[in-house]
């Protein structure tokens, strides 16, 4: 979808044509929660209908970038109002407090997702996976710095900054590199590749 957006850009029509069909299948069906935000994992069926119903940080944080991406490319109101809905989900539920980066994701609860905004607000949310990943706070600190650019509005690259700070500071050693994730017991599992690209690309990102 990045590849077809950016040759879209570039004139070609057909391949942004196929960008914009998936955007609109993808948050018109069964994957986009329109009631809290945010996509599902995956989808079940091929007809996208039924899905999974787990939230992953990883998935939500690509797709929020895309999205953004579509919005600049094709000024379509909509592609920025899905963005807003994915930065509303993820603020409400997977960021973990000043500091502390962006939890891993939340479980998959079919009934509960069946529900209106008026039944969830009477039940436990589904249970959120605290554990943060290295590589897609990465990942979500990029698509931040995105949504500074696209949507104009500052606090998104100072949320970037504060999550790439809490990495430096919690997740780097000196010798090592990025750990892969961080828990209440530390850091652990050292000398990935995607870990320390996704954060050297976030700082990029944050620098220009």
């Known amino acids: 979808l990045e590849l077809a957006l950016q040759r879209g850009a570039l004139g ?8 914009v069909a998936t955007l609109q299948t993808m948050a018109g069906g069964g994957l986009y929660d329109p009631v809290e935000g945010g996509f599902f994992r995956y989808s079940t069926t091929r007809d996208w209908r039924v899905p999974h119903y787990e ?75 605290r554990t943060v990943y290295v590589n897609w706070n990465g990942l979500m600190a990029r698509s931040l710095c995105l949504a500074t650019w696209v949507l104009r509005e500052g606090q998104w690259a100072r949320l970037a900054a504060e999550t ?12 090592r590199g990025m750990a892969h ?15 320390q690209v996704q954060v050297g690309r976030a700082c990029l990102a944050l620098y220009q």
Not at 12 to 19: C, F, K, P, T, Y
Not at 55 to 60: F, G, S
Not at 164 to 175: E, K, M, N, S, V
Request: glycine letters at 10%; hydrophobic letters at 35%.
């Open 181 to 195: 994730y961080l828990d209440e017991g530390g850091r652990h599992l050292f000398g990935r590749l995607d870990d």
């Open 55 to 129: 939230k992953m940080l990883e998935d939500n944080a690509r797709l929020l970038e895309v999205y953004l991406q579509a919005a600049a490319v094709t000024g379509e109101p909509r592609y920025e109002g899905v963005a807003r809905d994915v930065l509303r989900y993820l603020e409400e539920n997977l960021y973990n407090g000043s500091g502390a980066g962006w939890a891993g994701s939340q479980d998959a609860d079919e009934e509960y997702y069946q529900l209106s905004l008026d039944e969830r607000r009477q039940r436990q949310a589904p249970f959120v996976d």
């Open 164 to 175: 790439l700070g809490f990495l430096w500071d919690r997740a780097y050693h000196p010798t």
């Open 12 to 19: 070609d029509q057909e391949l942004l044509g196929i960008a």
